[in-house]
């Protein structure tokens, strides 16, 4: 079955820096890859998802790259605000909306003000 | 106001015994999803269900069991075999028949088994 790496675990920058979250994934016939984020005591929420047919995808100040030959996506946020701290998953699937999403195990991100 | 509702938020039980946990959506979402969340070790698929009356073992299923007689519906049990039950449950749902494949949790119930 599919299997997610996510790295790093942990990760801390200063307000306004880029923050870089890299996921790979086994399952080459995976095509759907979103990134959910999950503030302190609260629900994970969809924030930018990608599929097999797009290399980049780019919404506001979140990015998100995509590389089949490799294996692997990574989230980007660029200008971190202290509200973007919280923990991010990565996941991918086979046609999403009908198979279970595999998550990576999380990146605790920090942003210092 | 569509969504997802977890109920209890917070349990308490003793060793060995069995406990339930309710779900129950309003967005008429074919599929239903429990995970697990365990600190540093992600969302962790436990079951699932496409359909009414038909369920999936994800990949830590042990321990647990789910019914499926609603569409709105999908409890999941944890049961006395479960060795290590003590964790943060999320359900989800989505919608199958969209291809937006975005999951919609609830706001978890947190089981401390003493």
């Known amino acids: 079955g599919e299997n997610v790496e996510q790295h790093p675990s942990t990760l801390s920058v200063q307000e306004g820096d880029s923050a870089v979250i890299k996921c790979t994934y086994s399952?080459?016939?995976?095509?759907?890859f979103p990134w959910y984020k999950q503030e302190l005591g609260k629900r994970p929420q969809l924030i930018i998802d990608?599929?097999?047919?797009?290399g980049e995808k780019k919404d506001q100040r979140i990015a998100v790259t995509l590389n089949k030959t490799a294996k692997h996506f990574s989230l980007h946020i660029t200008e971190t605000q202290p509200e973007d701290s919280a923990v991010y998953f990565c996941?991918?699937?086979?046609?999403?909306?009908?198979?279970?999403?595999?998550f990576g195990k999380g990146t605790r991100l920090s942003v210092i003000a | 106001d569509g969504g997802i509702t977890q109920s209890p938020k917070y349990l308490f039980r003793k060793e060995g015994q069995n406990v339930t946990l309710s779900c129950e959506q309003n967005?008429?979402?074919?599929?239903m999803y429990w995970y697990r969340q365990d600190p540093g070790q992600g969302l962790r698929l436990i079951y699932y269900?496409?359909?009414?009356?038909?369920?999936q073992k994800g990949d830590i299923a042990e321990g647990y069991s789910v019914s499926r007689e609603k569409k709105e519906s999908f409890p999941l049990t944890v049961t006395s075999a479960q060795k290590n039950p003590t964790a943060f449950y999320l359900c989800?749902?989505?919608?199958?028949?969209?291809?937006?494949?975005?999951?919609?949790f609830g706001e978890g119930s947190r089981l401390t088994v003493l």
């Open positions: 989800a749902s989505t919608a199958r028949q969209t291809n937006t494949g975005e999951l919609f």
């Open positions: 399952d080459s016939a995976s095509n759907y």
């Open positions: 990608i599929r097999s047919n797009v």
């Open positions: 996941a991918a699937s086979l046609n999403s909306g009908n198979t279970p999403l595999v």
């Open positions: 967005l008429n979402h074919d599929a």
């Open positions: 269900s496409q359909i009414v009356n038909d369920f």
